[in-house]
Structures are given as C-alpha cells and as structure tokens.
C-alpha cells in the first residue's frame, strides 16, 4: 500500500508561482509513475502533470492548459514528487492530487493506483 499526502496548496493571486509537494510512503518510491491531477467543482479529474518513474529514464508531461508554466520534479533520495506552479490563473483552481502507479500509460485518473487525499488551490482575480 502506498500512501500519498500532498502539501502546499492555499489561496494565491493571478500571476503568482505555487509549489506543491506530495510524499509518498510505503513502498519503494523509485517505482512508481508520479502525476499530478486536479478538480475543480463541477468538473471531472484532470490530468496536469506526470514524471515517469526513474529506471526507465524518467520523462515529463504535461496537459495543454499548463504546459510551460507548471514544472513536475521528483527527488527519489528524500522521495518527494513537487509541482511548480507560475503564472497562475483563476481557471487553475481546483483540489490538486497527486498520484502514483506502476503501469504504462499515465495520462488519465485509471492508469494510477494510489491517491492523496488533495490539496486546495485558489486562485483570485
């Protein structure tokens, strides 16, 4: 079992920088595919970011809506998966989850086995 807490989130202005953290505990973090997702009320999961797990070379991705302006980061040594966020927008409120999981795709909610249990971003006008 894989436990995952995320830290961080809290309300921000339109155009400030937010660095979400997410420390996951239980099984050997270097395993797992880590992603961040998120959702805003009303609205279904989405997926915001992913950092492939290590062995196999890790790589990033990122949803359109974020790219360029969101940075994904793991630090396997002190097992620590972060978001950076800059240039925030009002649309990118939302409760932010982080995620990990072992398979190979990891671009939607169901490729991901274990869940936080969120952390709130408000952005304001």
């Known amino acids: 079992q894989v436990t995952l807490v995320e830290y961080g989130g809290r309300p921000v202005q339109t155009g400030d920088s937010l660095t979400l953290s997410c420390t996951p505990s239980?099984?050997?973090?270097?395993?797992?595919?880590l992603g961040w997702f998120r959702q805003a009320p009303g609205k279904e999961r989405e997926f915001v970011a992913t950092?492939?797990?290590?062995?196999?070379?890790?790589?990033?991705y990122y949803s359109d809506s974020v790219k360029g302006r969101f940075t994904i980061s793991r630090d396997d040594d002190v097992s620590m998966v972060y978001l950076q966020m800059n240039s925030l927008r009002p649309e990118d409120t939302a409760v932010y989850y982080c995620?990990?999981?072992?398979?190979?795709?990891?671009?939607?909610?169901?490729?991901?086995?274990?869940w936080g249990q969120g952390t709130q971003v408000t952005v304001s006008s």
């Open positions: 950092i492939t797990r290590v062995w196999s070379r890790p790589s990033m």
């Open positions: 995620a990990a999981g072992r398979g190979s795709s990891y671009l939607t909610p169901n490729d991901y086995d274990y």
């Open positions: 239980g099984r050997t973090f270097s395993h797992y595919n």
